[in-house]
């Protein structure tokens, strides 16, 4: 597995000739935390990882320190003879010691690019190293309980960055602090299957809330894909809120307010008056408007005059017999429309006297009889 460490450096100096030389705390031992996620165990929101001092100070891993090439930034790929001159920018040197917990390593930067920018304020270091990951739970000596056991540490460069997963205290030139680390990469072999040594993967800068921070290719993706559910999450929410939106406005279009209640109610009592006064037996219980038109007209045309005819005609013809209803009689058009009978006996003395002039009148152009 790849990590990179966050390291403390102190005694930094230049030399007569211009390099710079510094002093780097690069390891301790004990229990260091890590995002489950950036060790291929997303499911562990953190994993506890023990170093013990057997593999700390093992004559491997101190022979590992020495020598190992200075970056500025981490390459993208593991640091060998091949690619040396392309990311190196100076060395540790051999003079490896543990100090207390701690794991010492002195570095030389050589190059006067890189020492401008350390000088200029890109003062923290991160160590790069691979190591295996045995997940086996216990518990240390000194009663602290750990996930994973961390064992064949080899470290493999030294990188000057901007800022170090550790912060702003972990820097070049300040007094010793203690260590911290964060891994670099994923669980992969020690051993690259085609050229059948060491590789490294490579890091990602990415923003979080405004902060840059460097992950492994992994830990990037995971976070990418956590934030696209987020934002899908969110735009279902969304989603959902317009189509509540929507059914709410339809609801509010559907209610009646309290005048077209009145008034529909008003609309039907007058149907329902009206198929009585037209039809006496007609029932209109639970009957629809057009359904009452329809068995008006059925009362008094019967069940022919609407047989497969539209609900537009039967509303018309219902039409046509509310028009009769509502036409008022016209009575002295009712008394003549037969004529004037002479002989019609009227129950008043006004009426007889009506008679007798309409006698005297047909009969003046009459001769009067002689004497």
Request: aromatic residues 4%; proline residues 5%.
């Amino acid at each position: 597995m790849n990590f990179t460490d966050i390291v403390t450096v102190a005694g930094t100096r230049r030399t007569g000739d211009g390099y710079l030389v510094a002093d780097a705390r690069i390891a301790r031992t004990g229990i260091q935390s890590y995002a489950g996620a950036e060790i291929g165990r997303p499911e562990m929101p953190s994993v506890r990882i023990y170093r013990p001092g057997g593999e700390v100070f093992s004559e491997d891993t101190l022979k590992s320190a020495a020598h190992r090439p200075v970056t500025n930034e981490h390459p993208p790929e593991m640091v060998t003879s091949e690619n040396w001159k392309k990311y190196a920018v100076g060395q540790t040197g051999d003079e490896i010691t543990g100090e207390g917990i701690f794991l010492r390593v002195p570095l030389m930067v050589s190059d006067e690019e890189a020492i401008q920018d350390i000088e200029s304020g890109k003062q923290e270091l991160s160590a790069g190293y691979v190591c295996d990951v045995d997940f086996t739970a216990g518990v240390t000596p000194t009663g602290e309980a750990y996930d994973a056991i961390q064992r064949n540490i080899r470290i493999n460069h030294i990188a000057i960055v901007r800022r170090g997963r550790a912060g702003s205290k972990v820097r070049i030139g300040d007094a010793a602090a203690p260590w911290g680390c964060s891994p670099l990469a994923a669980p992969r072999p020690l051993f690259d299957d085609k050229q059948n040594k060491e590789g490294m993967m490579p890091t990602k800068t990415i923003m979080v809330d405004g902060i840059e921070i460097e992950v492994s290719d992994q830990a990037a993706e995971i976070i990418t894909t956590l934030r696209q559910r987020l934002a899908d999450a969110e735009a279902s929410h969304q989603k959902a809120v317009a189509v509540r939106d929507a059914e709410l406005d339809t609801l509010k279009a559907a209610l009646l307010d309290e005048a077209e209640v009145e008034r529909r109610a008003e609309a039907r009592a007058d149907l329902i008056g009206l198929a009585k006064a037209i039809a006496g037996n007609v029932q209109t219980s639970g009957l629809s408007d057009a359904a009452i038109r329809k068995a008006v007209v059925i009362a008094k045309a019967g069940e022919g005059a609407v047989h497969g005819r539209s609900e537009a005609y039967i509303d018309a013809r219902f039409d046509m017999l509310a028009e009769g209803l509502r036409k008022k009689p016209d009575l002295f058009a009712d008394a003549i429309k037969d004529g004037i009978n002479p002989t019609q006996t009227f129950p008043s003395l006004a009426s007889a006297a009506y008679v007798a002039m309409v006698r005297d009148l047909e009969s003046a152009h009459l001769a009067a009889n002689p004497t």
